[in-house]
């Protein structure tokens, strides 16, 4: 009887076995958090490099195929003027995916370095500030984003600074919250004795300890981010023709609805679904693992 040989493991350089070496690095990774990322990269490969996969282009029109429903040549079928609605899905979520994090970074950059201002500092300009912050999240935010938008234009500039400046307040009370917890600790009652100044306090000691709630925040306004430039561009306030976004394909395919042409608005839905739950998952498996270290 002949002894088989199976194939040795594949090692790597450090001599482990390579899926060895997978699981460990992916061990404490919560599975949310894993499957919320492969989503969102997902679509962020989408908006790279879609364009060399796309079956066609998605800007050509062909009036003999309009709104033709899915099959093996439009698989998720054709809209009002014969485009291809998969291929403009994918070269779609190139705007949304450009727009939503400069608004979102532009909002938690704002809103962090507020909270940290009023978290640390207490009397008048925590009162003034806190007073300032509830009275400015007392208005509805996409009421707040579409008269602005209304007001001054819209464009993907303006979008990303409305939504960046209506969503300033909302992390400035969070990372408020966080920061005066941290502020009557230890190492922040040695740095002062050690003789540093409120800004080297507050940047250099007590952000890094608040890092995990602004890293939360960061990816639920995301998510948030998605959804609103989503609306606004159903509106006609956000990202503007000729793009192929995903919330004017649905502002134009919605009136085919009632005719039972409903492939347009329910994939473009499905997108947008599609990257708010990708990056809630990451945030909920962020959120639970930084309770799990505490």
Not at 47 to 76: I, K, R
Not at 115 to 143: C, E, H, K, N, S
Not at 212 to 232: H, K, P, Q, S
Not at 234 to 242: C, R
């Amino acid at each position: 009887m002949e002894l088989v040989e199976f194939p040795a493991p594949q090692r790597d350089r450090f001599g482990l076995p390579v899926a060895s070496r997978i699981r460990r690095v992916f061990s404490g990774v919560p599975p949310s958090v894993a499957i919320g990322s492969i989503m969102l990269l997902f679509w962020v490969a989408c908006a790279v490099f879609g364009d060399l996969f796309v079956p066609y282009d998605p800007y050509a029109e062909d009036f003999l195929a309009m709104l033709t429903s899915p099959d093996a040549l439009h698989w998720f079928g054709t809209d009002q003027l014969g485009r291809d609605v998969l291929s403009r899905i994918v070269v779609g979520s190139r705007d949304i995916l450009l727009v939503a994090p400069l608004a979102t970074l532009t909002g938690v950059a704002a809103g962090t370095v507020i909270g940290l201002v009023l978290g640390y500092f207490d009397g008048l300009v925590d009162a003034i500030g806190a007073r300032l912050l509830d009275t400015l999240m007392a208005f509805p935010f996409i009421v707040l984003v579409t008269m602005t938008l209304v007001a001054i234009g819209p464009s993907n500039l303006t979008v990303i600074l409305v939504i960046g400046i209506a969503y300033a307040p909302l992390v400035a009370r969070t990372v408020r919250a966080a920061v005066r917890e941290q502020r009557e600790r230890d190492y922040v009652s040695a740095a002062r004795l050690g003789g540093e100044n409120a800004c080297a306090i507050m940047f250099l000691e007590i952000l890094p300890n608040v890092r995990e709630t602004i890293l939360i925040e960061l990816v639920t306004r995301l998510g948030y981010a998605f959804f609103a430039i989503a609306t606004l561009s159903f509106l006609g306030l956000g990202i503007q023709p000729p793009s192929a976004d995903w919330g004017l394909a649905i502002a134009d395919g919605y009136g085919f609805l009632t005719g039972g042409k409903w492939w347009v608005v329910v994939f473009n839905s499905g997108a947008i679904i599609s990257l708010v739950m990708a990056t809630n998952l990451i945030a909920q498996g962020i959120g639970a693992f930084e309770n799990a270290d505490r």
